[in-house]
């Protein structure tokens, strides 16, 4: 069964840094493109990148592009997300997600919430 | 970036219903289109991909069609598991993009 599982998430202060993980399972994680999306509070839905299998490529939204960092290490099946610099706006749920070959996102993570306040 | 028009925002609909969903792509996107369905704890899973692309477990009632520009998803008759969120999202140029949700509600 595949599984996605996010971690890292909380209460962040403007202008400071967070990781997040996500965890795969239940297939071979050096396989697949990986992406992260995220969920605003009012349910806007930001493709936020995207990585390739072996971690030689990313691509990114261009908002986001210059705060936020996709990494991946396959020996440990996870997924990355540095966001540096967080804003307010940056206040989201979090999904690791795993891009199927039409590409489309075919599984998941149950998502980590993300708040960014003083 | 492209922009996804999704109507209705929401729609109240029985059971037993058959309902469409619309997404209009502010340029054409070449049928690169998918659509998704959140339930109500967060959970999300993919239902049609490339526009008409049936995901592998999901029920032959939900069916997408479209070109162009215009792009529909249908549910040919309603069932309980069926009121969700639902979003189309194109591909055809990065940065992905998303509509902003239906919401399908019980009537």
């Known amino acids: 069964e595949v599984q996605l599982v996010e971690s890292g998430g909380g209460l962040v202060q403007p202008g400071a840094s967070l990781k997040l993980s996500c965890v795969a399972s239940g297939f071979t994680f050096s396989d697949y493109w990986m992406s992260w999306v995220r969920q605003t509070p009012g349910k806007t839905m930001e493709w936020i990148g995207d990585?390739?299998?072996?971690?030689?490529?990313?691509n990114y939204a261009p908002s986001l592009k210059n705060r936020f960092t996709i990494s991946r290490d396959n020996a440990k099946s996870t997924l990355y997300l540095q966001m540096s610099n967080v804003r307010s706006e940056d206040t989201a749920t979090y999904y690791c997600?795993?891009?199927?070959?039409?590409?489309?996102?075919?599984?998941w993570g149950q998502g980590v919430m993300v708040t960014v306040s003083s | 970036d492209i922009q996804m028009t999704q109507t209705p925002s929401s729609m109240p609909a029985s059971l037993g219903e058959r309902v469409t969903i619309s997404c209009r792509a502010s340029?054409?996107?070449?049928?690169?289109l998918n659509w998704y369905q959140q339930k109500p704890d967060g959970t999300i899973k993919p239902l049609i991909y490339y526009t008409s692309n049936l995901q592998s477990g999901v029920p032959s009632r939900f069916s997408g069609s479209g070109s162009g520009t215009d792009y529909s998803l249908t549910i040919s008759s309603l069932e309980p598991e069926d009121f969700a969120m639902y979003y189309c999202q194109q591909y055809d140029s990065s940065p992905d993009t998303f509509g902003a949700g239906t919401k399908l509600e019980l009537k």
């Open positions: 340029q054409g996107i070449s049928n690169y």
């Open positions: 990585i390739k299998y072996d971690g030689s490529y990313t």
């Open positions: 997600t795993r891009v199927a070959g039409s590409p489309y996102f075919d599984y």
